[in-house]
């Protein structure tokens, strides 16, 4: 079995939207929620998202033909490009050559297309200007739109495909392209997920009742994870990217190594056992931490950092409960633990690659990004794990091996294990 | 209205969304009876009945208290609560 590295990253996120400004912002607690007078004026009950502003896709402009740049409307591959030509220069390879690569590939996954750019299509269409439309729609409609997308700029000629497992996404993506790399397959990949900015999309999760209603004053403060008060999740968007490559190939080349997949695993409770369709079947998130950890070789005693799913729900505390009895830690013993939702609200399909980027980010520089907003922790969560281990304040510490888990609806589950390169 | 005049239109609202075989155990269900471990319901549909419940009584529950909604009686004394603030609300008015 090949081992795999990282060597290169890239990141649209609410609160930076390349890999120095996400990574100052992280590192500091910067926040990337902002209040939409649009999400107001639909009657939404929610009125924060996190989305990257300040992001412009003028910068892709270089990479594409006039044609495709100027008919590039879904938010969901703008950013999926920006995040993948950044990993891909960062880990020192060439945008656009002549050849295509057979032993490179992509798996980079969303839970559905930009719907903003549907809702366009179906006007025309209900407007009976459909032959108006142009060409190039169903490329960027189609649920392998950002995989196709980076795989024709980058001439990937390995295996190129979408996975799509709701807010497991980005973390499945990035299991399943290094297990590519594992089993000989491919050499290198590119890793990663996106999300568009769609408003269709937050109003259906603020019509289940799961988006928090009680800060639209406050922005940034409305993500709220661990939290005694949290009420609901924030919905946020953009794009997280990851290069991955064959150890020896990558030491061979002398690239940087950011981090070592150690090894992962991915899962589904069968929405059986306490799991349905929107909740995680906290069995099957057991078995899922704990197979990670067996097929990483790494003992529960060695993780430094918990990178969680910690959403702002109530399911917080099960999630906590969850972590405790995969890891056999619990009280004073129980790891750090943080998420990456506080600063940027939850990146639905986005989340797990953004979050991956963020705790490799972490382990390569030698600090714990401070969860906000966790002023009084949940007294539940404090039952079960000692209030030291939820990190509130920017901190430097050098950690060797971080554990980051995401779940999705469907009962499905996702859990990755980065160790830290030691030259 | 009543207490147990709410508590029969929630059975109603709760039949809707329960397998045929679970039924009957609308008839023997308590005010401790938990809606998911005693019902066998889908706790997402538990939301969708507080939706329900807030159109048909005009009043609003939180999110944060929907998810501690377990039981029939904490159901009932949400509803409860709500209809009387509700009703002292509009007699200040």
Known sequence: ?423 | MTREEILEELKSMMREYMREEDRPLLDTMTEKTQFVTDLNMDSIDLVDIVIKAENRYGIEIKNETIGKLNTVGACLDVIEQRLKEKESAGSAT
């Open chain 1, 1 to 423: 079995m090949n081992r795999v590295a990282v060597t290169g990253l890239g990141v649209v996120a609410p609160n930076g939207i390349n890999i120095p400004s996400f990574t100052q912002a992280i590192r500091s607690g910067t926040s990337g929620l902002h209040y939409l007078q649009d999400l107001k004026d639909h009657a939404m009950g929610c009125c924060v998202a996190g989305v990257p502003l300040e992001f412009d896709a003028g910068v892709l402009r270089k990479y594409l033909s006039p044609g495709v740049f100027n008919s590039l409307r879904s938010s969901n591959i703008q950013y999926a490009l920006a995040a993948a030509t950044e990993a891909w220069e960062d880990a020192r390879l060439p945008v656009g050559g002549t050849d295509s690569l057979p032993d490179t590939g992509c798996i980079f996954g969303n839970s559905v297309c930009d719907v903003d750019h549907m809702r366009y299509a179906i006007d025309l269409f209900e407007k009976l200007e459909v032959q108006r439309l142009g060409v190039r729609h169903i490329e960027q409609l189609m649920s392998s739109g950002a995989s196709a997308y980076i795989g024709g700029l980058l001439g990937l000629g390995n295996q190129v495909s979408a996975n799509s497992s709701a807010c497991s996404t980005g973390t499945e993506a990035v299991i399943l392209a290094a297990e590519r790399i594992r089993s000989g397959q491919a050499t290198r990949m590119v890793a990663g997920s996106c999300e568009a900015s769609s408003r269709y999309i937050w109003a259906v999760f603020d019509a289940m009742r799961v988006l928090n209603r009680n800060h639209n004053d406050q922005p940034q403060a409305a993500s709220r994870p661990l939290s005694a008060d949290s009420a609901g999740f924030i919905p946020g968007s953009g794009a997280g990217a990851l290069v991955l490559e064959e150890w020896e190939h990558a030491l061979a080349r002398g690239a940087t190594i950011y981090a070592e997949i150690a090894g992962g695993f991915v899962n589904s409770g069968g929405q059986r056992a306490g799991g349905t369709m929107t909740a995680p079947s906290s069995v099957a998130v057991t078995r899922c931490i704990g197979s990670a950890l067996e097929l990483a070789g790494v003992r529960a005693g060695e993780i430094d950092l918990v990178c969680g799913h910690l959403t702002g729900t109530f399911a917080d505390k099960t999630e906590i409960a969850n972590w405790c009895a995969a890891l056999g830690r619990s009280g004073e013993d129980f790891p750090a633990i943080n998420t990456l939702k506080s600063l940027t609200g939850h990146c639905i399909s986005a989340a797990g690659s953004i979050e991956s980027v963020a705790a490799i980010l972490q382990l390569h520089h030698g600090f714990i990004q401070p969860n906000r907003n966790c002023e009084t922790i949940h007294p539940e969560i404090t039952g079960m794990i000692s209030a030291g281990s939820i990190i509130r304040e920017p901190v430097d510490r050098e950690i060797h091996t971080v554990v980051k888990a995401n779940f999705g609806f469907g009962d499905v589950n996702s859990c990755i294990i980065f160790k830290k390169y030691k030259p």
